[in-house]
């Protein structure tokens, strides 16, 4: 008997639904998803005795977590990655109707908050969308299909050490950007570009070891200090070109060209579905006189100014996750009675991005027993980051409307290509189901062998250039003059 309740009953259960013609050939089904007819979210009013429109402190912010899991057991679940330089505790909140195991077929995606410490406001924006989600459930459609189908994972700050060394009405300055240590986390990952020297922290390495056992596929980080959604790349290739002299390399850091991704138009178009949702975002106005305006509110990482280490680029060229940067406010911590204004400004952005997880191919890779082949590596041709099926062979990937080809490789099996269209807001479910390697003649003493092909790489990452091996040692006054000028412009900028 098929318990529905059990990982391997909603694994098979599933496996029927979509066996027709899969044993021998892909085939692609387009399905409307139920978000297209739905309502718009509604407006959210807080509850003041759980959460209010003020900063939470560590403390508070803990309490409100654990009585929120207490209060909802059955949509949310509370987990710690790690711990901070002084112990603090890195939660995370499963939002989900199914919150305590994977359900299949339900795509995971995740928030982080507070990177930098003097960055709050996406910390308390997190706390308000688990409120609003948790309490809207049972009578706001959206939130219900959202919740249904995908599995939230909310961090709501990264950072809890340089957090409690902030100050409120901050609006710049370096004061808590960074961890007990004096790290910047969002230059401590590593780097697809330039090698990152810098010593890993637990912080870091909480996170690293998070996004390595969950499948994530769409991502977003909050950061304040401007208002726009930066996309990647973060860094560039370009700034290799100058390594011989620290003085060309700090005038080209901010003269910067755009690094673009192989899944550049996927970047963009999610980013604008955030500024366009944002209630001022996508009109582009610069948050000062002398800082950048940006156009439709978004931007590349790197022409905006590059930086080495960050999170968004490792996401995505580590583990195909699409992740967007979402500067949300202004000022850096501006004061809590502002707080209401921005959460007006940013729920339905906060909302709609997540949906984002359900357009494109999604689908399963299977043997010719139809069981699930774990760790598949997948790569949509001409686009070379890709992507991993999970362990019961599970595989989403976000596309605008087109004509694709997969590459489909797994040790032991002989690779497949296969083509399929995506369609506007119309996930395809696509099946593939790959057969064992060719039995051929072997030579010598060994007698008949299997034909196994090229071991597929963990994951698909783009040709390595020559000027990511490179050492890169400018050393003196002038590095440590460009050095200086960067870390002052992310002060400004975030």
């Given at each position: 008997?098929?318990l ?21 050939n ?5 399905t ?15 509850d ?24 909802y057991?059955?949509l ?29 077929g339900?795509?995971?995606v ?9 960055e ?17 459930y ?5 939130v ?15 950072n809890?050490?340089?957090y ?30 330039k090698?990152?020297?810098?010593r ?7 996170v ?13 980080s ?6 726009v ?9 370009n ?28 970047f ?13 975002m ?34 995505y060229?580590?583990?195909g996750c ?16 502002e ?6 400004d940013n ?24 069981m ?11 686009r ?5 099926t999970t ?24 690779p497949?290509?296969?083509?399929f ?12 189901t790959?057969?064992a ?10 007698g008949?062998s ?7 790489p ?6 390595v250039?020559p ?13 440590t ?14």
């Amino acid at each position: 008997m098929i318990l529905r309740n059990t990982i391997v009953g909603q694994l098979l259960l599933l496996m029927l639904l979509y066996t027709t013609e899969y044993l021998c050939n892909a085939k692609t089904v387009s399905t409307e998803p139920l978000s297209m007819a739905l309502p718009e979210p509604r407006a959210y009013l807080p509850d003041a005795q759980n959460l209010d429109f003020v900063y939470h402190d560590h403390e508070e912010l803990t309490r409100f977590l654990r009585a929120t899991s207490a209060r909802y057991p059955n949509l949310t679940a509370l987990y710690s990655i790690g711990k901070s330089i002084q112990g603090r505790d890195l939660w995370v909140m499963v939002v989900s109707s199914s919150p305590y195991e994977h359900m299949v077929g339900k795509p995971d995606v995740k928030y982080v908050g507070n990177i930098h410490g003097n960055e709050p406001v996406g910390r308390e924006m997190l706390l308000h969308l688990i409120q609003y989600f948790v309490s809207s459930y049972n009578t706001d459609q959206y939130v219900k299909w959202l919740l249904d189908n995908t599995r939230i994972h909310i961090l709501p700050t990264m950072n809890p050490d340089g957090y409690a060394v902030s100050k409120e009405g901050t609006c710049d300055g370096g004061q808590g950007r960074y961890n007990a240590r004096g790290f910047d986390l969002n230059r401590n990952f590593p780097d697809y570009f330039k090698q990152n020297n810098k010593r890993g922290q637990p912080e870091t390495d909480a996170v690293k070891d998070w996004i390595s056992k969950i499948q994530f596929v769409l991502s977003g980080s909050l950061h304040g200090g401007a208002l726009v959604a930066s996309y990647p790349y973060d860094n560039t290739p370009n700034s290799r070109i100058c390594r011989s002299s620290a003085l060309c390399a700090m005038f080209q850091t901010y003269s910067a060209a755009p690094s673009l991704t192989p899944d550049d138009d996927v970047f963009k178009h999610l980013s604008l579905v955030y500024a366009r949702n944002h209630a001022k975002m996508s009109r582009g106005v610069a948050c000062k006189s002398a800082t950048p305006a940006f156009e439709n509110g978004i931007t590349n990482g790197a022409a905006w100014y590059p930086l080495t280490g960050g999170m968004q680029d490792y996401n995505y060229v580590w583990y195909g996750c699409m992740e967007i940067t979402l500067e949300i406010s202004c000022c850096k911590f501006p004061p809590a009675y502002e707080l209401k204004k921005y959460w007006e400004d940013n729920q339905l952005s906060l909302i709609k991005f997540l949906a984002e997880a359900h357009r494109g191919v999604q689908g399963f890779v299977f043997d010719p027993a139809g069981m699930p082949i774990e760790r598949a590596s997948i790569k949509i041709k001409g686009r070379d980051v890709g992507f991993q099926t999970t362990k019961y062979g599970e595989f989403w990937r976000i596309l605008l409307p087109g004509y694709y080809k997969a590459e489909v490789f797994a040790e032991g099996y002989a690779p497949r290509e296969v083509e399929f269209v995506i369609v506007e807001q119309h996930p395809t479910l696509l099946n593939v189901t790959l057969q064992a390697s060719k039995r051929v003649e072997g030579v010598g003493a060994g007698g008949p062998s299997f034909y196994r092909p090229m071991q597929a790489p963990q994951h698909y990452r783009p040709g390595v250039p020559p000027y990511a091996t490179a050492a890169s040692n400018d050393n003196g006054i002038l590095s440590t003059i460009s050095n200086g000028l960067n870390s002052l412009y992310s002060n400004i900028f975030g």
